[in-house]
């Protein structure tokens, strides 16, 4: 049994990886650990997947002569059946995921306090705001596919004198052709779906870090890097919301 | 460098917590050698997939230059061999396009990225910066079995009844885009989208792994400007490729959309059969950016690691100094800023705005600049030095004569005058095969040269690598010279007969010849095979530092152990490319010998 014992310790002591920064020898440039130096590169190489589907966005609108206008598109509320309020719901759908954002911000700060029930605390309120931010991109997909919204099809098209008008699939029929410019519906699932699908990764993601706190894994660590970790793609992909949000509902 | 053995084997019995090797639990052959985690296995299981994957990409372009060579033969043997490419002995039109496609994806994204990179990537930097390991040894193996998984996918699609994905390397909409419009855009293109985006992943997890570990983990003394030269090559190609491959994704992303979804992001006034189809609004050309965003830098991911190696190998074998260090790491980093912004000479003739077209060609005449520093700087530290005509050292020439050739018609092609002629014809092929992908290659065999004492602990035959060599330098030259020719006279490059051009029947000859020499170097790179997999287990034992090199990695252990040092990681002092250093008895200083006083004065002024 000793014997087993001992084996086991010899096996953590020749553990690799090696420690941050190697044995003692040279810093890396910026003074951070090699985990954040992964997770900054890594936002980069994201950022340049997101330019490029904005990139494709702006190329493809700026092709079309006519556009619809998103506050003829993007201007439903749940529980306020036919009352229009252009950009009020998206405005909520921000301001949760900024806020969510926020508490996150907060987790990071209690990590670096070494204070367990506040990282969890805050890390709960920040996955909330992630599920609820998802929550209302699926209410918001759903309305647009009820109203005939499709990857390949568009029902917002050109009316009397240039307004954005719905095309009632359900009293009109539905013409083979896509009424209104097909792109918009193939960017706009695109693009916030790409987005949603990274916020879903980064809640699970909080959910683990959550977990792993509440399980004393940081602890023992003696410090709470991979929270702030957590917390650096988290804030990233609010950033890229931003973006979308600019490019598909403000512009 | 004995004595400094015998501290280290002391170090390693005194020291409690040392990492040498690791070697007391048994390991077994599936951990040791499958699912390891140890950088040096992981760069040689890179270079033996990557090997494979060569064989196989090198005997399709056998194949359809059988075909360029005697377009009106039969070769019944060949059917036999390949069943269902062929019809009564002839190699099927959709089946050339599909050897074409595997062949360019084959040759650029799995040999020459994910095996050139991972390979000296593995082996080196951990090696050279004085690291244990990897930043995360766990990320560096998926990284190498992402890569399987994508081979395992890419090698799928080969045997699929409709043919492998064959609307070429660049796979451009609306070709790849409709699975209508000829067999290979089918399945075939489906499996290579999927396999193409795992091959990201295994890129970025890479990357990743090799910027952060030469940020983070480099050895007490080993600053940045200490660093040899290769290791700044890889770690602009892990830049450029974490970069430019997620672009590459959006992309794909976005034509599997068109593909399965029936979006529009490429597409736009399809008629198939006569039929319009619902597609409106997209834009082919939107996929060619996207796609050369990542393509050009692809390139230079291609050509990065070569020129490390080769600076390195020159400084080496020629005994002296490297002409010009920093000059060599500003002009990658150059290579690496511009190489972001030319992306779109491929596209002169994509009916891009010409105003557009001349930017882009300013911004590509440019990188001629640091690519002629990198020249001159290899040419300026081979001479007067005193040359060890070496296998790695020859090699290393013939990738500075491949670049300069290849390179000098690069300048033609960059201006879209020249280009807008010559762009769909076989000079294209010319230039780009010199210059990336024969380099490319000859970079390779001189590190695998270079460095398999290092990885194996032995040496490989001097002679074979000579006939080796001979064969590929000459034969390469007599495979891609002529097509200048053929392509100044206007012979397109896409085509798999010019049977009906009355006009090309005066290359008949001309491409007989093209294609016996690139059988026979097909051939030739079995001497270098034999060579290789035979010294693993024969080759003559490697001593400690067989080239007399100053870079850490000839510090550690000729049996490659896990850790990779006995006892603590030695100390860097100097630079790398302490050679013939007046007043010294030997012609060369490692990287761990301390400054002398004389020096230490000397650093003060």
Redesign the interface.
Known sequence: MAEVLEIKEHHTAHQLPTPDNGEGGEKSPMNISYGKTMMWYFLLSDAFTFSAFLIAYACLRLGHKWWPNPNDVFNAMPFMGHHKIPMGFVSIMTFILIMSSVFVVRAVQEGHRMNKNGVMYWMFWGILGGAAFLGCQAWEWQHLLAEGMRPFYNVFYEGKDGLTTLWNIHEQGKPMFSPGPVAFGALFFGITGFHGFHVFTGVCLNIWGFFATANGTFEKRGHYEMIEKLGLYWHFVDLVWVFVFLAFYLM | METLHTVTEQHAHTTA?G?DG?H??TETFISKYIFS?DHKTIGKQFLITGMIWAVIGGLFSVLFRIQLGWPDETFPFLERMFGAWYTDGKLNPEAYYSLITMHGTIMVFFVLTASLSGTFANVLIPLQI????????LMNALSYWFFVISGIIMFASIFLPTGAASAGWTIYPPLSALPQTSPGSGDGMSLWLLAMVLFVVST?LG???Y???I??????????FKMPLTVWALFFTA?IG??????L???V??LI?DRT?????YLSHIVIGGVPQ??????PI?FQ??FW?LGHPEVYIVILPAMGMVSEILAVHARKPIFGYKAMIFSILGITILGFIVWAHHMFMAGINPFLGSVFTFFTLLIAIPSAVKVFNWITTIWKGNLHITPPFIFAVGFVSMFISGGLTGIWLGNSTIDIQLHDTYFVVAHFHIVMGIAAFFGMFAGIYHWFPRMFGRMMNTNLAYIHFAITFVGSYLIFWPMHFQGLAGVPRRYYTNNNFEIFAVFNGMNKVISIAAIIVFFAQFLFLVNFFWSIFKGKKSTQNPWNANTLEWTSPVEGI??NWHG??PEVHRWAYDYSRPGNESDFIPQNVPLTDKEKTEADH
Do not use: Q
Request: hydrophobic residues 45%.
């Open positions: 917590h990492h690791g007391h639990h985690l004085g690291a244990r390991d990897m930043a995360s040894p970025l990357g990743l792994n910027v952060s570990t940020l983070n983990m480099r050895t007490k003394g080993m600053s940045l830049i974490i970069l430019s491959f997620p672009v994704v959006s992309g992303v976005l959309f979804l029936g979006t529009s992001f619902p597609y409106a609004g997209g834009s939107l950016h996207l965003f896990h850790g603590d990681i």
